[in-house]
């Protein structure tokens, strides 16, 4: 079933794209980027999230919604252009409270490890927390102390450096352990090329929209497939888990 957005409640006030909250016919809330967004960040949360989920972090469900454009047309209340109508990235609105320095020790060594892996593995450096503060983009569930994952949109980053990754990764308490532990290293990698096997069918997944930047279809997206595909393969490299650039 197509996920149809049949109200749109407000717009976040936190996060770098300020998400819409929205209604879906399915009965939930999502939180939905859409154009303000950018394609290429569109396309980065969609790969990464998908990757992220065959892998088996605990992500927010998440999906590709459908604005339509009657509804964008007739909510006067609020400006719509950054969300614009067609395809765009839902992710399920949760019971949820955000990670602290506090909290931090409710998690397990092997869910951190796992998410500091994935995000080293997709150049992902969008997950900071420090005593100083930071916007680690993860959750806790309040009556469980379950880890919840989101935002993958700066994936792939061509500029990713290894040194401020580390220092600033709200798990980098685990990168001695993952990164000077052979069997981590090997286990993570084989783990990584058995998710790759789904990247094809990943990318044809992705909404035909996303991958042009005008209607005309006309002018590509920023976004290389073979490139991030080429970036996740350098897992089997030697280099992969040095910690310097």
Known sequence: MTIEIVEIQRRATQGTTLPFLCQSNDGCLYFVKGKGAGNRSLICEWVA???AFELGLPIAPFDIVHVPEQLVETASNMNLADLGAGAAFGSKMLSVTELTMVNLPDISDTVQRDVLAFDWWVRNSDRTLTHKGGNPNLFIEP???DLVVIDHNLAFDRDFNK???LQSHAFSGQSRDLLDDMIYRQQYSQRFREVLANWDEICDS???EWLFVDDEESVKTDFDF???FNMLTTCDCG???NDHD
């Open 49 to 51: 999230g998908n990757l």
């Open 163 to 165: 040194p401020e990754f």
């Open 206 to 208: 992705v909404p035909k």
């Open 226 to 228: 073979a490139e991030a």
């Open 143 to 145: 009556e469980t102390s």
């Open 239 to 241: 280099s992969f888990w």
